[in-house]
């Protein structure tokens, strides 16, 4: 059974950083796209970023472009989120997700069928 399991969440000052952790069970973890999300309070699930299976390939919301760098290590099964100059509107609970289905990478929520927990980050003014 695949799961996965996101770390590296906090509070941080704006202009701050933080780097997202998400491990990945499972041996075809390399195999799968995979992509950050976020859910604000009140407001919808929304993409971040996406990278696909050999990290080569890289989307990002407008929100996180120059900012937040998606990348994978397959040797770890891990996904990571490196996330500069944030902001407080990042404050969100940040979700990992992965596609089993196909190699699209997406903005779209529903082409992911494996989610984590979430980890929250805060930003403080």
């Known amino acids: 059974q695949v799961q996965l399991d996101e770390s590296g969440g906090g509070l941080v000052q704006a202009g701050g950083s933080l780097r997202l952790s998400c491990v990945v069970s499972g041996r075809t973890f390399s195999s799968y796209v995979m992509a950050w999300f976020r859910q604000a309070p009140g407001k919808e699930r929304e993409f971040v970023a996406a990278?696909?299976?050999?990290?080569?390939?890289?989307l990002y919301a407008d929100s996180a472009k120059g900012r937040f760098s998606i990348s994978r290590d397959n040797t770890k099964n891990a996904l990571y989120l490196q996330m500069n100059s944030l902001k407080p509107e990042d404050t969100a609970v940040y979700y990992c997700?992965?596609?089993?289905?196909?190699?699209?990478?997406?903005?779209?929520?529903?082409?992911?069928?494996?989610w984590g927990l979430g980890t929250q980050v805060t930003v403080s003014t």
């Open positions: 990278i696909n299976w050999s990290g080569g390939y890289t």
């Open positions: 997700a992965a596609n089993r289905r196909n190699w699209i990478l997406s903005r779209v929520l529903s082409e992911y069928d494996i």
